[in-house]
């Protein structure tokens, strides 16, 4: 590999660390430096809430801190030792919080799963990592499967009646099972004296985090405490968060981007964090938080914005809705300021009225969904990592007086921003998909600095793999401009080279369809015809906007067809001829999707059926499941 030009912000950091070491400016760099700090800085401050039965359960960093050491200390009186996995299987909430920072300060480490995983995920999970003991809910407890709990020496089950609804499986008769609550409880002064004499140094293990990211293969990803610190340390010191923020947190903790902000950036800057689960309840939590952050996920935001459309119009109310955009556009063309915020005053009201911005991150957003958002006045922060990197590598840095000010994030839509502070962002060449830096401008991304992945968890080949000498390779494809700004243009593996040469990125077309109306899911992918490599797509189509753009109430295979194909010429009026999508298939069933809902492309068949009636089965199917977002979102809506 030939390491092609380089764009840098901030300083790289020294590898070396010992368990006493912080940063230079005192910062962390280990968890229970992370919590001590928290205690001694914000004391009785609630640094993190949540709503059960009625009932706020609020920590302070003190409270924080005292909890966490007592689980801590029940660990090990149990039987925990540095080093020792723990899996945690289980919903968003207080426990999951305090359960993560026991286990990483008694030297253990957390193995975070996600808790709709099915048997042989999770048992395959469980069994890799070597765990010797889980926590886990009772629904999940019923999924993980005999042979990955035969290994396990204790299971401590979440919920109040967890208890009596997991003990009754023949598997879990040879296991001891404890009630989470009763953790604490079995405490010893030798198991606290054990915990505060704990060595934890910045290179030890924290997690282990399995991804299999969109095309199969799961490995697991090894981060250490350093390379926490290190991204909370980066990224606090980019975007401008504060003691005053209130952070709303609906995405599952498991995935290292919410970790990092929801676990890391949260309490360190004394923030508040709310943790919600059920989208039904947002609505109400939002009245009552009032968050100044909000983080998502491109489906999530993607959701929201059509169902906030959707709301108004049932409400009879899109002809002002329409005019406000107007108002809206026409004042920013003429001056440059966004009077969003003033037009949309009641929309913003109903997202609790103090909503500085939110952060995207996960998987690439859709310039348009931005654009939409920042015409209400609301604006979506663009940030872009790997697991691998714990996981930020760059972000849109968050000014004011720009985006109300200038159409400086309108130009810079599509892109992730420059590299955070302490991480270095560079090209390589991709000689077997004949990129070349020199050449083209772009490569693939490599980063590099002490928020980088030691490794995979006994995946040597993986590791090496993965990297060019200290720097990671992201298998993102991109180019770097003058200010900085990365732009991710796909990814190495999926670049499809055609027979003349010429590549085509399926995440330029994919990024096009998915702007249609019409186009549920899609995903661009490279097929043989008449021995010719060629973009294909398959699609999963919106039943409501084709029958809508037909006119009719039912459709036939070859009326969805003829829809579908004509949305495809439309968005490719301004695609070089060699990109364009030469055939489509149709599929009756959403596409498969990973947990923060891209799609899945290593689970892409070779063929897809298109059956008229399994199509509006399913999409009645994908409707009910929107139901609660909907629901939630019709309070947003002016």
Same mark, same amino acid.
């Given at each position: 590999?030939?390491?092609?030009?380089?764009?840098?912000?901030?300083?790289?950091?020294?590898?070396?660390?010992?368990?006493?070491?912080?940063?230079?400016?005192?910062?962390?760099?280990?968890?229970?430096?992370?919590?001590?700090?928290?205690?001694?800085?914000?004391?009785?401050?609630?640094?993190?809430?949540?709503?059960?039965?009625?009932?706020?359960?609020?920590?302070?960093?003190?409270?924080?801190?005292?909890?966490?050491?007592?689980?801590?200390?029940?660990?090990?009186?149990?039987?925990?030792?540095?080093?020792?996995?723990?899996?945690?299987?289980?919903?968003?909430?207080?426990?999951?919080?305090?359960?993560?920072?026991?286990?990483?300060?008694?030297?253990?480490?957390?193995?975070?799963?996600?808790?709709?995983?099915?048997?042989?995920?999770?048992?395959?999970?469980?069994?890799?990592?070597?765990?010797?003991?889980?926590?886990?809910?009772?629904?999940?407890?019923?999924?993980?499967?005999?042979?990955?709990?035969?290994?396990?020496?204790?299971?401590?089950?979440?919920?109040?009646?967890?208890?009596?609804?997991?003990?009754?499986?023949?598997?879990?008769?040879?296991?001891?099972?404890?009630?989470?609550?009763?953790?604490?409880?079995?405490?010893?002064?030798?198991?606290?004296?054990?915990?505060? *004499?704990?060595?934890?140094?910045?290179?030890?293990?924290?997690?282990?985090?399995?991804?299999?990211?969109?095309?199969?293969?799961?490995?697991?990803?090894?981060?250490?405490?350093?390379?926490?610190?290190?991204?909370?340390?980066?990224?606090?010191?980019?975007?401008?968060?504060?003691?005053?923020?209130?952070?709303?947190?609906?995405?599952?903790?498991?995935?290292?981007?919410?970790?990092?902000?929801?676990?890391?950036?949260?309490?360190?800057?004394?923030?508040?964090?709310?943790?919600?689960?059920?989208?039904?309840?947002?609505?109400?939590?939002?009245?009552?938080?009032?968050?100044?952050?909000?983080?998502?996920?491109?489906?999530?935001?993607?959701?929201?914005?059509?169902?906030?459309?959707?709301?108004?119009?049932?409400?009879?109310?899109?002809?002002?809705?329409?005019?406000?955009?107007?108002? *809206?556009?026409?004042?920013?063309?003429?001056?440059?300021?966004?009077?969003?915020?003033?037009?949309?005053?009641?929309?913003?009201?109903?997202?609790?009225?103090?909503?500085?911005?939110?952060?995207?991150?996960?998987?690439?957003?859709?310039?348009?969904?931005?654009?939409?958002?920042?015409?209400?006045?609301?604006?979506?922060?663009?940030?872009?990592?790997?697991?691998?990197?714990?996981?930020?590598?760059?972000?849109?840095?968050?000014?004011?007086?720009?985006?109300?000010?200038?159409?400086?994030?309108?130009?810079?839509?599509?892109?992730?921003?420059?590299?955070?502070?302490?991480?270095?962002?560079?090209?390589?060449?991709?000689?077997?998909?004949?990129?070349?830096?020199?050449?083209?401008?772009?490569?693939?991304?490599?980063?590099?600095?002490?928020?980088?992945?030691?490794?995979?968890?006994?995946?040597?080949?993986?590791?090496?793999?993965?990297?060019?000498?200290?720097?990671?390779?992201?298998?993102?494809?991109?180019?770097?401009?003058?200010?900085?700004?990365?732009?991710?243009?796909?990814?190495?593996?999926?670049?499809?080279?055609?027979?003349?040469?010429?590549?085509?990125?399926?995440?330029?077309?994919?990024?096009?369809?998915?702007?249609?109306?019409?186009?549920?899911?899609?995903?661009?992918?490279?097929?043989?015809?008449?021995?010719?490599?060629?973009?294909?797509?398959?699609?999963?189509?919106?039943?409501?906007?084709?029958?809508?753009?037909?006119?009719?109430?039912?459709?036939?295979?070859?009326?969805?067809?003829?829809?579908?194909?004509?949305?495809?010429?439309?968005?490719?009026?301004?695609?070089?001829?060699?990109?364009?999508?030469?055939?489509?298939?149709?599929?009756?069933?959403?596409?498969?999707?990973?947990?923060?809902?891209?799609?899945?492309?290593?689970?892409?068949?070779?063929?897809?059926?298109?059956?008229?009636?399994?199509?509006?089965?399913?999409?009645?199917?994908?409707?009910?499941?929107?139901?609660?977002?909907?629901?939630?979102?019709?309070?947003?809506?002016?």
């Amino acid at each position: 590999m030939v390491l092609g030009k380089l764009r840098t912000l901030g300083v790289p950091q020294d590898a070396e660390g010992t368990a006493a070491k912080r940063y230079d400016d005192g910062s962390p760099q280990t968890f229970p430096q992370f919590l001590d700090d928290i205690r001694r800085n914000y004391g009785d401050k609630v640094v993190f809430q949540q709503k059960v039965r009625r009932e706020w359960q609020r920590l302070s960093a003190r409270d924080l801190h005292a909890r966490t050491y007592e689980l801590a200390a029940g660990l090990v009186a149990l039987g925990l030792k540095q080093g020792d996995r723990v899996a945690m299987v289980f919903e968003n909430g207080l426990d999951w919080v305090c359960s993560y920072y026991a286990i990483v300060v008694a030297g253990g480490v957390a193995v975070p799963m996600y808790y709709e995983l099915q048997t042989a995920e999770l048992s395959g999970m469980i069994e890799r990592s070597e765990a010797t003991m889980a926590i886990a809910s009772a629904k999940v407890l019923g999924r993980i499967g005999q042979a990955a709990l035969a290994p396990l020496d204790i299971i401590f089950t979440v919920g109040s009646d967890a208890a009596a609804q997991t003990t009754s499986p023949p598997e879990l008769e040879a296991r001891q099972v404890i009630p989470i609550e009763e953790l604490a409880s079995r405490a010893t002064d030798e198991s606290r004296r054990t915990v505060a *004499a704990t060595v934890v140094a910045p290179d030890d293990l924290a997690s282990i985090v399995f991804t299999s990211g969109t095309t199969g293969g799961m490995k697991g990803v090894m981060l250490t405490h350093k390379n926490f610190m290190s991204n909370l340390r980066s990224v606090r010191t980019s975007i401008a968060f504060s003691e005053r923020d209130r952070i709303m947190m609906v995405l599952p903790m498991h995935h290292v981007f919410p970790f990092t902000v929801a676990m890391g950036v949260g309490p360190a800057v004394g923030g508040e964090v709310t943790l919600e689960n059920d989208l039904r309840r947002i609505r109400d939590r939002m009245a009552e938080v009032k968050p100044t952050v909000f983080i998502g996920v491109p489906a999530l935001f993607e959701l929201m914005y059509r169902n906030i459309v959707h709301s108004i119009e049932a409400q009879g109310r899109k002809e002002t809705f329409d005019k406000g955009l107007r108002i *809206a556009d026409a004042t920013k063309q003429r001056t440059g300021i966004n009077i969003g915020r003033i037009v949309f005053r009641e929309l913003h009201k109903r997202l609790g009225g103090s909503l500085r911005f939110m952060v995207n991150g996960g998987a690439a957003l859709n310039p348009q969904v931005a654009m939409n958002f920042a015409r209400l006045g609301v604006l979506i922060i663009q940030g872009w990592g790997l697991t691998e990197s714990a996981p930020v590598l760059t972000a849109q840095r968050w000014n004011p007086r720009k985006f109300y000010m200038s159409n400086y994030y309108e130009e810079h839509f599509g892109t992730v921003g420059p590299a955070v502070e302490g991480v270095e962002v560079g090209l390589i060449d991709v000689p077997e998909k004949e990129l070349y830096v020199h050449l083209h401008g772009e490569g693939e991304l490599v980063a590099r600095g002490d928020n980088i992945t030691p490794g995979y968890w006994r995946g040597e080949d993986a590791t090496k793999a993965a990297k060019v000498d200290e720097w990671l390779r992201t298998g993102d494809v991109g180019r770097i401009d003058d200010e900085g700004n990365v732009w991710i243009t796909g990814r190495s593996k999926y670049v499809i080279v055609l027979d003349s040469g010429e590549k085509v990125h399926p995440d330029e077309l994919e990024s096009k369809l998915q702007r249609s109306p019409l186009v549920e899911d899609v995903v661009v992918i490279a097929r043989k015809q008449r021995g010719k490599t060629s973009p294909w797509a398959v699609i999963y189509p919106n039943r409501d906007a084709v029958l809508a753009r037909l006119g009719v109430d039912d459709a036939s295979e070859e009326d969805v067809r003829r829809a579908i194909g004509a949305e495809i010429a439309r968005n490719e009026d301004d695609v070089a001829s060699y990109k364009r999508i030469t055939d489509f298939m149709l599929t009756d069933v959403p596409l498969p999707k990973t947990a923060l809902r891209k799609v899945a492309r290593g689970q892409i068949a070779d063929s897809y059926a298109f059956d008229v009636a399994r199509w509006q089965r399913s999409w009645a199917d994908l409707l009910a499941a929107a139901a609660a977002p909907d629901d939630v979102e019709e309070a947003a809506t002016a």
